[in-house]
């Protein structure tokens, strides 16, 4: 059986694009991740992070250092009970540094390749699944997998490159917001009434 899943972007998605904290190992989650990740578990969504990590491709960062990162996350997430279903990346950069790594390729957003390699693998339904980035790249990579898509509008994206394989279905603050609007929206698909909400706080669907 198909699972449905979200797809998301990690860096100013889920936890904070500061160079700083990632130098130092720290994991800091963005505002209403926790809470928005919680509620998409809660929800039968696999949870499953897609990330360009070009820096590997120019040499700023390591696939070590990257693993280390990944597991500091799962260990953060599980303690909150949030489990990840799969953490899938990009490392090449078509000017990178590392001759091997240095292409055009299929898996760097905003090509789908990434939430293609993970629905094969993971057996997931992509068209009832979403992808939830802070940039347009994620969004069209989103839509070309055959995802619903969601925008956060937290000042990350500055180009705004706007075509229709770049229109998000929906735009939010953070996780949180995104979440309740994929709960309304899976609400609605099913035909059921408007629902309505429990404090933020208790992070309760009525």
């Known amino acids: 059986m198909s699972l449905k899943a979200v797809f998301l972007d990690k860096d100013g998605t889920i ?26 578990h809660r929800g039968g969504y696999a949870l ?4 360009n990590q070009g820096g590997i491709a120019q040499g700023r960062l390591t696939i070590e250092s990257l693993m280390h990162e990944e597991r500091g996350l799962q260990v953060t997430l599980s303690a909150q009970e949030i489990p990840l279903a799969g953490f899938y990346y990009c490392p090449h950069h078509p000017e990178g540094s590392v001759a091997s790594l240095r292409r055009h390729c299929m898996c ?13 693998e993971l057996h997931i339904d992509l068209h009832r699944s979403w992808m939830i980035g802070d940039i347009l790249n ?7 997998a055959g995802c619903k898509t969601i925008l956060l509008t937290n000042g990350h994206e500055t180009e705004w490159d ?45």
């Open 15 to 40: 936890i904070e694009d500061d160079v700083f904290t990632r130098q130092a190992g720290e994991i800091r989650l963005m505002s209403g991740s926790e809470a928005g990740l919680h509620l998409l």
């Open 48 to 51: 499953i992070v897609v990330t």
């Open 108 to 120: 760097r957003k905003p090509k789908p390749g990434l939430l293609m390699k993970a629905a094969d």
């Open 138 to 144: 994620d969004v069209e990579a989103g839509r070309g």
């Open 162 to 206: 706007m075509k229709p394989t770049r229109w998000p279905d929906f735009l939010a603050d953070n996780l949180l917001e995104a979440a309740h609007l994929i709960m309304i929206a899976d609400h609605f698909m099913a035909g059921g009434e408007h629902p309505s909400f429990g404090s933020h706080e208790e992070d309760t669907w009525i």
